[in-house]
């Protein structure tokens, strides 16, 4: 529930912003000058705002389209990534974003229009390489559709380009849009997974496992294609049983031929971000156990991620073909 | 064996510009005064976690009030502060309750956004800080004299999310300024003595979450008198105690590690490995 809207002045009259009023009728409107009013200030408490997150209206003015980050891509082509919002509806402690903004104030940029013509500069720009366009690296895709309504804009735009991939990327149940609509054979409805127990002890305010494969499956039998998000892998007592019995799971639920692409990787935090995320809850466990220093990055053991990985895409390689999954092993920053 | 960690519960420093505005905080929360300051009447709570400041009127002395009492409560950084005080409004009922979302002052041009937190039921509004009452009210901001300087300095010791303003009409345009009887401050705060402690109350919680965040890891003390650490080693070691407190170990980490270990540097290593073995438990 949003109760507090900060809205650019120069974009009060945007209908975007007329429309997300009216869905939201928040208790509070309070106009400013710059998102960065809000957003950027220093000496905020990440963990005190994300109790009760307001939402910043603002316009974005450059940079709608940038490079994928080392380890994010689902191919070995040009992988790219635009982010319509920064923070999440969710909360899970292992999420990099509570490290990389010190605002937990939901912050949507409201001119899609812009988005739009920065990707088709960019397909332009690249003279017809397929490349791959990532959305919901700095929010959700689809956990704020019903007030941002940005799977209803930007689908008929990913339609016009079917030799490029769109990947929404979620943990959302929110799929009632995109069974509303026909399938698009080059957009990925890509889940964030992990098995119960780590959901429930990791992902706050995020549907529980069972939800985000029911969902799965219902876009799966609608004619969707799927993506599997192992990604963070979470090293924990038990890990084998609760990553296999959830995997044999998601092998009986879905079509094989439904899985677009499986990208596994385990969790990990370069070290300045780290540090960020363990003054915000220094009493989580998920930070204090099982993680060591190499280089810049705070990690599992370069074996004990390997045996992670590798468990998972054993579960996983006699249902699907090799070329289907990808390894997300991101360098620090 | 070490005591255990004392139990966060946050403290508050109020800042009020009047004798008058202050008395019925004073009462209410029954505070004492300290009577050793010279330079700002200072109240507080037996249990300390109420401290009541009065400036004076208007934005110097509100400034200087707030760099007081941060500087003689250095110890306690993780305290949230709340300007109470009396505000005109154009249209307001007198004795009106009303929280700032945005404190402005008339001759400068940033801003501050308060934090609305999700308990606060209050009535919202802009304040516009002046130098001195105002013939006219402008539409929908209620007018002070001291919020936009209590705000700027006040963000220099706490997170944002720890300071707010609440003012009560005290004028407005069918009761002007000129008509204000101090004498009569008591009948527009009496009534809203109840939305003042509750709202207290509500940040002496935040307060006190932020002071979690920022407590002293267990061990901390026995460990650094047991070896001299260089800065980095230092830091090291607040680092891993804060993962021990977390993995909640009772045992210390010197009776585990501390016998064996032949310098601080081999001790900090035993410790990182501990905690690199330790498998999640969920």
């Known amino acids: ?23 939201l ?36 003015k450059n940079k709608f389209v940038l490079p994928a980050p080392s380890g994010y891509g689902v191919d070995s ?8 919002m920064l923070n999440c ?20 940029f409201v001119n899609y229009n812009d988005f ?38 930007f689908l008929p735009f990913f339609a016009k380009y079917p030799e490029h991939l769109f990947e929404l990327r979620t943990k959302s149940i929110n799929i009632k849009h995109l069974l509303a609509h026909p399938p698009i054979k080059n957009v990925i409805v890509a889940f964030s997974l992990n098995p119960e127990p780590v959901a429930k002890a990791l992902e706050h305010k995020a549907p529980n496992a069972a939800q985000r494969l029911a969902a799965m499956q219902k876009l799966a039998n609608h004619g969707w294609s799927i993506g599997l998000r192992f990604d963070p892998l979470i090293d924990h007592l038990g890990f084998e049983d609760n990553y296999g019995g959830y995997i044999q799971q998601i092998k009986n639920t879905l079509p094989a031929d439904s899985v677009h692409s ?11 971000m780290y540090n960020a995320i363990v003054k915000l809850y220094p009493e989580e466990k998920l930070l ?15 074996q004990r991620e390997r045996a992670l990985v590798d468990f998972v895409r054993k579960q996983l390689e006699d249902w699907l073909d090799s070329e289907k999954f990808f390894t997300c092993m991101p360098e620090a920053a | 064996m070490n005591p255990p960690p004392p139990i966060p519960e946050g403290a508050i420093h109020i800042v009020v510009a009047l004798h008058e505005e202050a008395k019925p905080l004073i009462s209410h929360f029954s505070l004492q005064r300290i009577q050793n300051t010279k330079s700002f009447p200072l109240y507080r709570s037996a249990d300390e976690k109420i401290w009541l400041i009065v400036s004076g009127k208007g934005k110097s002395n509100s400034a200087a009030a707030v760099n007081f009492l941060a500087g003689l409560r250095q110890s306690f950084p993780h305290s949230a502060w709340l300007n109470i005080g009396i505000a005109g409004h154009r249209t307001y009922e007198l004795g009106t309750l009303v929280l700032a979302r945005k404190v402005v002052d008339e001759t400068m041009s940033n801003s501050f956004y308060p934090t609305m937190h999700r308990e606060q039921k209050l009535p919202n509004s802009t304040i516009m800080s002046v130098e001195s009452p105002q013939r006219t009210y402008p539409d929908d901001i209620c007018l002070d004299m001291e919020a936009s300087t209590f705000c700027q300095s006040a963000k220099r010791f706490a997170n944002v999310e720890l300071i707010h303003c609440i003012k009560i009409i005290s004028d407005n345009e ?50 650094m008198r047991e070896w001299k650490f260089t800065q980095t080693q230092a830091h090291q070691v607040r680092a891993f105690l804060e993962r021990w407190g977390a993995l909640e170990e009772k045992e210390s980490p010197l009776e585990l590690y501390g016998k064996d270990a032949k310098s601080a540097r081999e001790f900090l290593l035993s410790l990182e490995n501990h905690l690199a073995r330790v498998q999640l438990q969920i």
């Open chain 1, 1 to 23: 529930m949003i109760e507090t809207i900060y809205i650019e002045d120069n974009i009060q009259k945007h209908e975007e912003c007329a429309a997300i009023i009216d869905r």
């Open chain 1, 25 to 60: 009728r928040p208790k509070n409107i309070i106009p400013i000058n710059h998102y960065g009013e809000i957003f950027n200030r220093k000496k905020q408490n990440f963990r005190l705002q994300k109790r009760n997150p307001a939402l910043i209206l603002a316009e974005k």
């Open chain 1, 77 to 84: 082509g040009e992988n790219y990534y635009f982010s319509h």
């Open chain 1, 89 to 108: 509806l969710y909360d899970c402690r292992y999420c990099f974003l509570q490290g990389m903004y010190s605002s937990a104030h939901y912050l949507l």
């Open chain 1, 116 to 153: 739009m013509r920065d990707i088709e500069n960019t397909i332009a720009a690249k003279n017809n390489t397929a490349m791959t366009f990532f959305t919901g690296y700095d929010c959700d895709s689809l956990a704020l559709e019903d007030v941002t309504h940005f799977a209803e804009r």
């Open chain 1, 262 to 272: 499986v990208s596994i990787g385990p969790v990990r935090f370069p070290s300045s």
């Open chain 1, 288 to 302: 204090a156990c099982g993680l060591e220093k190499r280089d810049k990055l705070i990690s599992y053991s370069a």
């Open chain 2, 174 to 223: 069918n009761h002007p300024w000129q008509e204000l009887d101090k004498t009569k401050m008591l009948e527009f705060f009496s009534p809203c003595l109840g939305e003042i402690a509750s709202f207290t109350k509500e940040l002496l919680s935040l307060s006190s979450i932020e002071q979690q965040q920022n407590l002293e890891p267990l061990f901390l003390q026995e460990v």
